[in-house]
């Protein structure tokens, strides 16, 4: 699907870090995601981790720029991904590196209701939020995405 000229990041970072949150690889999206990125890692993945495991110490990014379709499907549309706008998340680190990840604490206990929580923060700084409820491409990751929809945020 390259070469075409669909894809392509308008103001295009490569985060590595959001503020003292590392990335488990560096990041490229535009910047609005980046901000609304660091918004949410201040506003609702930190607090939603408090003081557990000694703080939120890093994030795993499972995707960010990719020019592809959406889900990878053939003929879908081109996805956020390709333009930057989206970053998907699959574990979260703490300092005493305990790993909480989509996959395996989605639904369980309290490791399950902190990923909860994450999700809840991300639904409106993002204009989408996908998690394990919305279809079986998302059991692994929470999706997070820039796009703007006429109706509000779309969280599932
Ligand atoms: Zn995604």
Redesign the pocket.
Known sequence: MDGNGICGVQDAVRLRAVGDIALSQPATINCKTAQTLRAWVEGGAKPSVGKRGGGLSSLKV??HYACRTRNSQRGAKV???GKGN???ISAVRLRDGTEISVLEHWGRGKNGKILKNMHKAACGPFGTV?GPNSDRF?QD?F???TAEHRSGSYCR
Do not use: C, G, K, T
């Open positions: 499972a995707a996805s956020e991904h989206a970053i998907d996908l998302h990751h999706h997070f995405d």
